[in-house]
């Protein structure tokens, strides 16, 4: 008998709902014993095109160097970084992807007694790292599934110290204009910090309709926001993230922050791709092109997929989502269901490669027709 670890776990700790990842192909086709190249996985937000030639070479050439812990302030990569958005080295921080600068940010700001307010069908990361403060987490219902910016700023008192939003958003790929955000600023107590999480924006590049963040920081002392390598720029296998925000904000991150959270590998592949303006391009296009061949394919089955700014797009079932999941999975087609999110009707779809894409509606159409 083994004791009830679970109760000796921290209160805040045990209402955690851990967080279910996408399955990975290798997982199903050993559960199911399919052969991996049959399978394709639109599950995770993950960049179909495969990585950047220039992150490989960047990698190869730092192997050597393996022995030796990584440069800890990430001279290299924040050089890359501040020169490409004109800010200074001082405003960056790295991270291990950007859960983790998201995650030091609440450990640096979070706790008993205080709150973080966020949208209900946002991100699921920043419940989970909310909580294991032990702050309270202050879900704002959604308005047609997207950010009620004015409703949570209702939300706000005197103990919040975080707001999350991201933009667009995951899983729904809702977006708000740059007009509504600095409505929503402007009124945002000094004392609240804003975390804008713009894990998608390079998909938005010429688009408009969408914020670019870094442009607020000037005027509003109080914002972070954050980006990742992880989805345009096609490195999520290697971990890393940062923050723009105030330079003094910087400094209190740093404290928290783990002395070498982001590995050398991931430095080097990062400041490699940064600026890597084809294959971003490509990824784009893709991105573009994959979006109308998926969400004309879903159309035609009568489906109705919500509007997005993402790589994904989260479609409504019209049932129970779960069972398409799993007559999904045996087709060998990985996507996300929602149930986790509370949207248990619908199901995630990341775009993926044309054939990718087409093998996803081939097999969905097998599947609802029965
Ligand atoms: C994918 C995603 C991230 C990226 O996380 P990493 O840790 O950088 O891989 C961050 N925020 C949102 C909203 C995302 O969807």
Redesign the pocket.
Known sequence: MSCDFLSLALPNVQTISPYVPGKPIEELARELNLNPENIIKLAS?ENPLGPSERAITAIHNELAELTRYPDGNGFVLKTALATYYQCAPEQITLGN???DTLEIIARAFLGKGLNAVYSQYA?AVYPLITLATGAEGREVPAKNWGHDLEAMLAAIDDNTRLVFI?NPN?PTGTWFTSKTFEQFLSKVPKHVLVVL?E?YIEYAQNDNELPDGLTFLNRYSNLIVSR?F??AYGL?AMRV?YTISHPAIVDILNRVRQPFNVNSLAIVAAASVLTDFDYLAKSQKINNDGMSQLENGLKSLGLTPLASKGNFIAVDMGKNALPIFNQLLSEGVIVRPLAGYGMTNHLRISIGLEQENEQCIRALTKVLRG
């Open positions: 937000n992807g950007s859960n991100f991201a995951n999480d894990a990742t992880s989805k999520a993230g």
